[in-house]
C-alpha cells in the first residue's frame, strides 16, 4: 500500500507506528516543506535563508525504515575571495536506515543490533522518526570548503581593497591570484599597524 501525504509546515518528526505494524514493503511518500525559522534552530554554525523544499519516501524493509529524501535550500555565506555575504544553493540528498527500538505489539524494548548505532538513527519509544539531526548533518556536509558568490568572483585589490567585481582600481600592483587578494589586503592593514614595544601589531 503506497499513501501520500503532505507535513505540516515545519515538522521533521513523522509517526511510523501505521507504517511498522504494515507489511513489509510499505511506504509512505511526503512532499516536505521546512521553513526557515525552523532550519534556523538546527545549528549555529549555518544561517538559512530559503525554507526547505523536497520529498521523502520511507520505506519498511527488513526490521529498519529506508528513509530517501532529497530537497533544496540556500544558506548565506561569505564568498572567500571578497568577503560579501552571497546565498549558497544548497542541494540535499538522504539514504538513511532507521530502526525501531520499541516492539508495536508487546511495548518492550527492541535489541538494536549495534552498541555504536547512531542515535539519531534511532525509532524513538513513541514511534517518532525524527529527520532533524540527519537534515543538519547533510546540510553542513553540502556547504563547499571554499565559499565563491560566482565562479568568476575578482575578489579584492591587494592595494586599496576595492572589491573588483563592482569597480575598477588604478593600483599598480603586479598579477596577484583573486584566492589570495583577501589575505594580502589583511596582512597590509596589519603591517600599517603600530606595533607595542615586543613588536607585536594590535
Known amino acids: 500500500m503506497v499513501s501520500t ?3 505540516l509546515p515545519g515538522s521533521l518528526q513523522f509517526n511510523v507506528a501505521g507504517l511498522l505494524t504494515g507489511p513489509k514493503g510499505g511506504t509512505r511518500s511526503y512532499e516536505l516543506y521546512i521553513p526557515v525559522s525552523e532550519l534556523d534552530q538546527l545549528d549555529d554554525a549555518f544561517d538559512v535563508v530559503a525554507p526547505f523544499r523536497g520529498n521523502a ?5 527488513n526490521e529498519r525504515i529506508l ?3 532529497s530537497g533544496d535550500t ?6 572567500s575571495r571578497c568577503l560579501e555575504t552571497f546565498e549558497q544553493p544548497v542541494h540535499i540528498e538522504i539514504e ?13 524494548p527492541l535489541q538494536t543490533g549495534d552498541e555504536d548505532e547512531d542515535e539519531a538513527l534511532l525509532i524513538d519509544e513513541h514511534h517518532i522518526l525524527n529527520l532533524s539531526e540527519i537534515l543538519r ?26 572589491n573588483l567585481n563592482n569597480e575598477t582600481c588604478t593600483c599598480d ?3 596577484v591570484d583573486p584566492r589570495w587578494a583577501a589575505l594580502s589586503l589583511f596582512l ?15
Open 57 to 61: 519516501r520511507f520505506l519498511w524493509t
Open 96 to 108: 538513511e536506515a532507521f530502526i525501531p527500538t520499541v516492539d508495536l505489539a508487546t511495548g518492550q
Open 188 to 202: 597590509e592593514k596589519d603591517r600599517d599597524e603600530p606595533a607595542d614595544n615586543n613588536g607585536r601589531h594590535s
Open 74 to 79: 540556500a544558506v548565506a555565506m561569505q564568498c
Open 5 to 7: 501525504k503532505h507535513t
Open 67 to 69: 528513509v530517501l529524501v
Open 173 to 175: 600592483v603586479e598579477d
Open 137 to 162: 548533518q547533510s546540510i553542513l556536509l553540502a556547504l563547499p570548503m571554499t565559499p565563491l558568490c560566482r565562479p568568476d568572483c575578482k575578489g579584492f585589490c591587494p592595494v586599496c581593497g576595492a
